[in-house]
DNA sequence: TTGAAAGCGCTAACAG
DNA sequence: CTGTTAGCGCTTTCAA
């Protein structure tokens, strides 16, 4: 296979139509002062030739892009695939297309370093704006507005969309009060992002709210993964006086929960209620009841400020906080009872 | 906010380090005739500055661009999703980095149009070359080189890397048949797409081979959505001689089938046993045996060629075959159990 | 209504 | 080792 062939410019097109350039790009981009018989000819040229615009080029010379730049950490981890729907939506709806950029590599994410080349790559050249995903970076250099979804940090200097962490924690922990759990064990996410201190703080409050002590033996490290919520798991089930509850920080971590219940033998809910955050598709399965973060929701959100933003139009928001929602899960258990 | 600031340039570098621009050029692609202290001197300027080249600039003069376009159908697909987790796996091991194209809008894929729209878009100008997902286009034009993940054409005149599938629903059909069945239902994917025609000759033939007959009742009109499986389903085990095995041909209508059984109270795998095509991750909550089709493994081979025939290199072989593989998920039949 | 020409930010010869 | 210069393909004045 030879690829050397030169890609068709608009050049070729000029000049197989008997325009100038100008005149093609005037077409090109919807101008008005052209004449009607000059455009149909360009335009069945252009498709004649199977002309697409050099986006380089065009991004060079152009302010207005209609594109949106997409910054995730990790392309197939599903909390970035939950945003990334929502996302997707609202750019099916909307006249910018969607250009997402990642390393690939995982470690090179969570640095605030790298975010801001990703951000600067993208917003200084091709697109018109950038939303990032799970941002450590406190503030970014750019030209062209961004957007957060769900960002590590807790007061960033630019626009974001968060989710109701505190209060959803303290649905869920008041959930399990009201079930009757006494001794609710909590697995914690990452101590460095700022959304798993706002769950672990509602966890508390509620418990302080119910007059309930604190025992800082319940409350597990965990890490936002399976793994070590397994791990946490195990711990909690040892303890001499174990919980009956646990509260995961994520959804990951639930299901490492649900996993380690099954190796012990611990059936859920019958044995012990689990509640995890996050609307990770595999929950329902397990019977595993969520605080449901709406990252879908979160996604499309961001858009929308975004093109409110690349428009011109200020936000009165900066911030757009989305409400969880705490969701019974019972998939799982109704299978369960039909193949008894 | 304003965003009105001007991009700091390769201009404001050369200027403030008192160099010219081509200097700061070759320190950026890493030339080795440039002085150390001059090179330092460069580096703490471009650092201080915060200065990230422009993309759209930098594409458009160089051939190499380190960069590899994907273009994906849709983001948020379980489907696209695994092939994405080894494109990414790939990409993180190479030296180039992914830049993932879509409209976000679904209807607009799938035609051969549009497909040429977007490679020819990355391809003429900011990527080194493009990856395609489930192209139907049986021929691109484009002046880099592509690469296809499970084309829906059969012959296409472009590299691929395509899946065993024939073989798989051959295996599947022994593995079913080999379980004492003999009326065996299969949900047959979308006529046009040529992966679907495979599996469903693979079935056709396993029966004709073991001497049972065909019939034509026991084929379903699936389209590989959870939805018309359901439908399919019913239909099947309404009949006056039902099945006692469904082979679906994907996951999701595999899920469509396991669903429809639940509401009919049909057990699996005890009152019937239901294989699917593709390895989605709920598959295995629900019991279901499926021919695991490595969708993540296509995409990183997909890269993996693609990087070659950038580099130049031939291919020995211009259609990968993916060998498939029947996996029996036994985890929801202990979870179950474990429940009882 | 159209064309000529300037230049976006960068890289790659070519000189020095 | 470094600077000067010529474009890459496109959009956008400015004239005609």
Known sequence: MKHKKRAITIQDVAKTAGVSVSTVSRVLNGKTDVASDTQDHILKVI????????????SMRSHKKNLIGLVVPDIGFPYSIEIMKGVNKAIAESNFDLLLYTTGDIQKNGTGLHEQHYVSLLNNSITDGVIIVASAAAEFITNAPIVAVDPHVIN??????QGTNYHGA??????LIGLGHRRIGFISGRQEIGSAGRRL???QDALVNAGIELDEELIAPGDFTQKNARKCTRQLLSLNDPPTAIFAANDQSAIGVFEAAEELGVR???DMSVVGFDNISEAKYLGLTTVDQFL???GYAAVQMLIKLINGESLELEIHKMQTKLVERTSCQKLIRTAQ
Chains 1, 2 share one sequence.
Not at 47 to 58: M, P, Q, V
């Open 47 to 58: 498709n004649k030739l199977g002309y697409t615009s050099n986006l380089a080029a065009r």
């Open 156 to 161: 960033p200097n630019y626009p974001s969309v």
């Open 170 to 175: 303290l649905e869920v922990t008041e959930y």
């Open 201 to 203: 703080k509602g966890y």
């Open 268 to 270: 859920i809910p019958e």
């Open 296 to 298: 879908a929701d979160m």
